[in-house]
C-alpha cells in the first residue's frame, strides 16, 4: 500500500512516497483537512509559509494522536527571504507556528521571489545566505532535512559549489503534459528526490480527453492515474484536496501503468494543453496563487 511506502533522502532520512499537499486551504479549515488524511493513513504532510496555514497543520499533527516520529512535515521558507538573519527568524518562526520541536523537511521555495519568478535573476548570492540558515538549522536539530522547490540546475549547482551541506529534495511542478525530464534527471544526478506538486495539473488534467480515456481502461479516477504515472516515473506526488473522499482515493493507486502508456504519458509532454492551469508555477507574478485542487 502506497502509504506505507517510503524514498530514502541522501542523508538517509525515510520520507513516504506520497504527500497531502495543502495549498490554499486556509488555516481555519486546514485542521480537519489534515486530520481526515492522517486517519486515513496519510504520514507525510506539505505546507508552506506563504500558504498561510502552518498554525493548522502544526495543531492537527500534535491532535492526531499518531506519533510525532511516525508523521513527515514539510513547510517552505518563504520565495522573498534571501537573507541569513530573515532566514534564520523564518525558520525560528515556522516552528514556533507550527507548534512542533524539529521539521521533517524545510526547502527554499522559490529561487527567486514570485514577483520576479523566472525573470533571469538567479538571486544567488541571497539564496546562499537562506540556505546557510537552513544548514545551521539542520545541524542545530531543528530541521531533518532541508532542500529546494522550483530550482532549476544553475540555482542547485550554487548551493552545492557554495555550501556545506548538499540538498535532498526538489520539489518542482510535474504532470502529465508538463513534466521537466531534464530538471528531473539532473536533479538526480546531484543526489536529489525530486517531489512532483500539482500532479493533477491543478485540476485540469480532469477534463482532458487523452486521460479521461485512459483513466476508463484502467478501471481509475483521472487523479488517480496522474499520481500513478509520477510515482512510476520515481517521483513523489503532492496532491492536494480538502475533500475526504478525494483524499482516500488519492492514496488508493494499487494499479499499474503499462510501459507502452507510459510511454505515450511521457510522450504528452509537448502536446497536451490545459492552458495556464497546467504549465504555470503554484505562485505567479503580480497575483498570489493560481489553479485548484491537485
Not at 88 to 106: A, N, Q, V
Not at 115 to 143: M, S, T, V
Not at 212 to 221: N, S, T
Amino acid at each position: 500500500m502506497i502509504l506505507e511506502e517510503t524514498f530514502t533522502l541522501a542523508n538517509g532520512v525515510a520520507i513516504p512516497k506520497l504527500g497531502l499537499g495543502t495549498w490554499r486551504i486556509d488555516d481555519d479549515a486546514v485542521g480537519q483537512v489534515v486530520r481526515n488524511a492522517i486517519g486515513i493513513g496519510y504520514r507525510h504532510i506539505d505546507t508552506a509559509q506563504a500558504y498561510g496555514n502552518e498554525r493548522g497543520v502544526g495543531e492537527a499533527v500534535r491532535a492526531s494522536g499518531v506519533a510525532r516520529d511516525a508523521l513527515f512535515v514539510t513547510t517552505k521558507l518563504a520565495a522573498e527571504c534571501k537573507s541569513f538573519v530573515e532566514a534564520r527568524e523564518r525558520i525560528d518562526g515556522s516552528l514556533k507556528t507550527l507548534g512542533l520541536d524539529h521539521i521533517d523537511l524545510m526547502l527554499i521555495h522559490s529561487p527567486q521571489p514570485w514577483a520576479e519568478f523566472r525573470e533571469g535573476e538567479h538571486f544567488f548570492e541571497g539564496n546562499l545566505e537562506a540556505w546557510r540558515a537552513l544548514e545551521d538549522a539542520h545541524q542545530a536539530g531543528k530541521l531533518r532535512a532541508i532542500g529546494v522547490s522550483n530550482f532549476e540546475a544553475a540555482d542547485i549547482d550554487n548551493l552545492i559549489e557554495h555550501g556545506s551541506i548538499a540538498p535532498v529534495v526538489n520539489q518542482i511542478l510535474a504532470h502529465v503534459g508538463n513534466t521537466p525530464f531534464d530538471l528531473i534527471d539532473y536533479s538526480r544526478s546531484k543526489g536529489l528526490l525530486v517531489e512532483a506538486y500539482s500532479p493533477v495539473a491543478h485540476g485540469a488534467a480532469l477534463k482532458n480527453g487523452m486521460l479521461i480515456a485512459l483513466a476508463d481502461k484502467y478501471g481509475v479516477g483521472i487523479a488517480q492515474l496522474c499520481i500513478r504515472y509520477c510515482l512510476q516515473l520515481g517521483l513523489l506526488p503532492l496532491p492536494k484536496s480538502s475533500s475526504a473522499e478525494h483524499i482516500r482515493e488519492n492514496a488508493a493507486i494499487d494499479f499499474a501503468i503499462s510501459d507502452e502508456d507510459m510511454a505515450a504519458l511521457r510522450e504528452a509532454h509537448d502536446r497536451t494543453d490545459y492552458g495556464d492551469a497546467g504549465a504555470f508555477p503554484v505562485f505567479c507574478k503580480k497575483r498570489q496563487v493560481v489553479g485548484a485542487d491537485n
